[in-house]
């Protein structure tokens, strides 16, 4: 019989409890026995879910109330010296405070400090917290929740599998803090940590434990490799079954060294990289289980479970009982339950499977393999072979007009009217902007008024007229206060949209909606990702009139703001049938069209942020080349119809970039902001290295954590700034957005960035 399981489950609820729980939480409306109740009630029905979904094993340790990594870290002791956790450490248990002090810098209890820094997991929109390493560091087991959640599942009842992320892995995902530490000088004083996890799971009797390992669908040093086997060798030894778990890609030039390790069976991601299991297949150990990833965990379109059941035909033969199905990752990266979707159109609905839908398809797969499908397994089979069918079929996919623009694409298209040089000397005539000037990344809070407007219009609660008229009303607050903090290049506030992505793709063709489709992105940030269902083109424009009022209302530079073609790809569930770089060049021309409307109301100064650049970078180096051409074509074509006079800006946030500078550079934006705050301004050496030619805004102040920066503090950012990079190529400005934060916390910390960027110009003028 072949068991199915998943690799892990989305944690966030089908109404985003945790989300909501945790904020009550720090806002103070819910003490901690209220937040712990409502993590084991999560817990239980996701757990209750797998087990009636028919899944043999159900997973604990994938639940976590901001981030599995962090989660990990402090199960090893890892915790920063500056959260003052000494007496947590020495009594073996790291209060869940601490662990959201290390988040975002603030808890309900605990002195305030800078948070750890923050990116993205891999090439997903989730973000991880970043473990911080020195030399010398030691680890001990600081938390006993993991064995809590296990003893909690096994009291109802069920058959658990335990996941904990790698120790290579975690290592690989962590930062040095001292200058020239080798992360792998950790690894010996890692293992005893882990060995005693492992043989305390064992005595809670835990028959298997997943180590995830994605580490190893990239390209590792030999160093890294000999340290995998170093390591296994060890963990080998535990008194567990070890099922070790790559995902996102292929093992590639790793499949030897995985197949050798000395642990009882092996996950592989079927869907990324299916031409591997005819390897995995010739190679595996005869007393090793295959897990074999057929169900795909990053997307949301329906399984074909007739290809599946024939394409892995041969591994059930060959292996028998020792084939497991699962999905091909965890599934937080997919919304939680399709069932919501009663208002979405039934024809698409009947293409897409979300998290729990990807149980029953996984279940399916394994019973229709063994031979053993029941009536709803035949049922599923059908209904799934008929939805693809019709998915193929319709005429909702393919639109040859749009075909047709694209082919006309000539290369002049992508390129400016003139070099940066050149425009830079018309923008400074154009926009009269100071040395070091201010401005934000684009958003500003979203207020509980703004929210509740936009429910009721989109309920038929409040007419348009009023809608409208409310939004504008915001716009004008928000220009009214930027003008009295001193922002040199004001931005209208983005009342009116719900999400970078989803707002887009509410006004193009090609794009389509859930109402209950949220994903995690970090924290209690949940996205709701749109889906690209067919080819993309915009039928009007989407922002000019909210950029014009705005402009109206000031004299000083309105920036117009946009999501660029990258990012509107790789932040939505994209379309399988075509290759991704022809959707993004479809969204690239519809963005070009709002670029050019844009120029034409009048506005100097157009953002298109590209967040998701760098996340979208495939995680084997031989793979970049191709994708770095198309992604930097994508933005060009979007961004260069425009004048000289017309200042292009870009931004980019929590992204490791000097793997790709030349490739950033080749953008050509005129103005690039990233997040250097939490890194200390150490992103910047990438820039520098490099001799970025253009203009750079790198954050001075953590947007994510709710403290409040002081001026000395982001003076001092910018002068290790103002060491790298020419002062006259300088902006001051946030790391991100700011719809998340408050207004009592926005104005007093943008208040102390115009008077740091005051300072600075008393001192370098």
Not at 189 to 194: A, I, K, T
Not at 731 to 752: F, I, M, Q, S, Y
Request: hydrophobic residues 45%.
């Amino acid at each position: 019989m072949s068991i199915s399981h998943v690799i892990g489950y989305p944690r966030i609820g089908a109404d985003r409890e945790l989300k909501r729980a945790v904020e009550a939480y720090w806002q103070g409306e819910l003490d901690r026995e209220g937040l712990e109740r409502a993590g084991r009630e999560l817990r239980a029905r996701h757990w209750a879910e797998q087990r009636e979904a028919g899944l043999d094993l159900v997973t604990v340790g994938d639940f976590a109330f901001y981030d599995q990594v962090l989660d990990l870290s402090v199960t090893l002791g890892a915790v920063p010296a500056r959260f003052g956790a000494e007496a947590e450490l020495a009594a073996g248990e790291v209060s869940l405070d601490t662990a959201f002090r290390m988040a975002r810098g603030r808890a309900p209890s605990g002195e305030p400090a800078a948070a750890c820094e923050m990116t993205k997991y891999f090439d997903t929109n989730y973000h991880y917290l970043v473990p911080e390493l020195h030399a010398g560091q030691s680890f001990r087991l600081a938390s006993s929740r993991l064995f809590e959640q296990v003893a909690e599942a096994q009291a109802l009842g069920h058959a658990v599998k335990v996941t904990l992320l790698g120790p290579l892995t975690w290592l690989w995902l962590g930062k040095a803090r001292d200058e020239g530490l080798d992360r792998l000088s950790l690894l010996e004083s890692l293992l005893p940590v882990y060995g005693e996890l492992l043989v305390r799971l064992a005595d809670l009797g835990v028959e298997w434990v997943q180590l995830e390992e994605p580490a190893l669908v990239q390209d590792l040093p030999r160093e890294w490799q000999q340290a995998y086997e170093a390591a296994y060798s060890v963990l080998g030894r535990a008194p567990v079954k070890l099922l070790l778990a790559s995902y996102f890609g292929g093992l590639g030039d790793n499949l030897g060294l995985a197949l050798g390790l000395p642990v009882a069976g092996l996950h592989i991601d079927a869907v990324r990289a299916p031409e591997q299991l005819a390897a995995v297949l010739d190679r595996l150990p005869a007393y090793k289980v295959l897990s074999v990833g057929a169900i795909d965990g990053r997307n949301v379109w329906r399984a074909d479970l007739a290809l599946l059941r024939e394409r892995l035909a041969q591994a059930r033969i060959r292996l028998g009982r020792r084939l497991w199905i699962a999905p091909s990752c965890s599934l937080l990266h997919v919304p939680v339950d399709l069932a919501r979707e009663t208002e979405l159109d039934p024809e698409l609905r009947s293409w897409l499977a979300f998290a729990r839908q990807k149980l029953d398809e996984t279940v399916t797969l394994a019973r229709l393999l063994d031979g053993r499908a029941t009536e709803a397994d035949r049922e599923r089979l059908e209904a799934a072979t008929l939805a693809l069918q019709a998915r193929r079929d319709s005429p909702r996919i393919h639109r040859p007009e749009v075909a047709d623009r694209l082919a006309g694409v000539e290369p002049a298209d992508l390129e400016r009217q003139s070099p940066y040089g050149v425009r830079a000397q018309a923008q400074r005539r154009a926009l009269d902007l100071p040395l070091f000037p201010t401005t934000t990344i684009g958003s500003f809070p979203q207020t509980a008024e703004i929210r509740a407007a936009r429910r009721a219009f989109k309920a038929g609660e409040l007419s348009r007229e009023a809608y409208e008229a409310q939004m504008c009303e915001e716009i004008a607050h928000a220009v009214a206060r930027q003008e009295a903090l001193g922002l040199d290049m004001p931005v209208h506030g983005e009342p009116e949209r719900n999400d970078m992505v989803e707002y887009f793709g509410e006004q193009l063709d090609g794009y389509a909606f859930t109402r209950f489709g949220w994903v995690q992105s970090y924290g209690s940030r949940c996205v709701k990702p749109p889906v690209i269902v067919g080819d993309v083109s915009r039928p009007g424009p989407m922002t000019v009139r909210w950029s014009r009022y705005a402009q109206s209302l000031t004299d000083r530079p309105m920036k117009g703001m946009l999501t660029g073609p990258v990012t509107m790809l790789q932040w939505a569930f994209v379309r399988d049938d075509q290759p991704r770089e022809t959707t993004c060049r479809q969204i690239a021309l519809a963005l070009r069209d709002e670029v050019r409307d844009l120029e034409a109301a009048g506005i100097r100064a157009i953002q298109i942020d590209e967040p998701a650049l760098r996340e979208g970078l495939p995680l084997r180096r031989s793979e970049w080349p191709g994708y770095l051409a198309w992604a930097v074509d994508g933005f060009r074509l979007t961004a260069a119809g425009v004048r000289d006079e017309t200042q292009i800006h870009t931004h980019m946030c929590y992204s490791e970039f000097n793997d790709i500078i030349e490739s950033i550079a080749a953008l050509d934006a005129d103005v690039i902001t990233i997040e250097t705050s939490r890194s200390n301004m150490v992103l910047l050496d990438a820039f520098q290295d490099f001799a970025y030619p253009n203009e750079i805004g790198p954050g001075v102040y953590d947007i994510h954590s709710p403290n409040v920066p002081d001026v000395a503090w982001m003076v001092a950012l910018m002068e290790k700034a103002a060491e790298r990079i020419p002062l006259e190529r300088l902006w001051v400005n946030p790391d991100c957005g700011l719809k998340t934060r408050r207004w009592e916390e926005v104005e007093p910390a943008l208040a102390n960035m115009v008077e740091a960027a005051r300072q600075l110009r008393r001192r370098f003028g």
